[in-house]
């Protein structure tokens, strides 16, 4: 299984990516997929998943502003990242998981991709 996320950069404050997560070894329509983001000296942060029903789940700090979605026929989740700040600079990676559990816990995900480097200015 690999998961390879892209779209980071160096961007300014207000400014919008988008992440892409190219998932190969599984098919992520039959997998709950989670964005997650790791800034320096932090623990890991839930940002948003998407589950296989298609339900998604943000975490409050940013539902406003970023958007998780799916697209089956090109196994790829994404993350559109609208309004950025300093404060979201940060690795960000993709994950999944089969398993029913909290969409907001590292722990209930097996595969996880390299991470992307997402850098605000202000």
């Known amino acids: 299984v690999q998961l390879q996320a892209s779209g980071g950069g160096l961007v300014q404050a207000g400014d919008s990516l988008r992440l892409s997560c190219a998932a190969s070894g599984i098919f992520v329509g039959n997998y709950n997929m989670g964005w997650f983001r790791q800034a320096p000296g932090k623990e890991r942060e839930f940002l948003a998943a998407v589950r296989k029903n298609s339900a998604t789940y943000y975490a409050d700090s940013v539902k406003d502003r970023f958007t998780c979605s799916r697209s089956n026929t090109k196994n790829t989740v994404y993350l559109q990242m609208n309004s950025l700040k300093p404060e979201d600079t940060a690795v960000y990676y993709c994950?999944?998981?089969?398993?029913?559990?909290?969409?907001?816990?590292?722990?209930?995900?097996?595969?996880w991709g390299q991470g992307t480097l997402v850098t605000v200015s202000s």
């Open positions: 994950s999944a998981t089969s398993r029913i559990g909290s969409p907001n816990v590292p722990n209930e995900y097996g595969y």
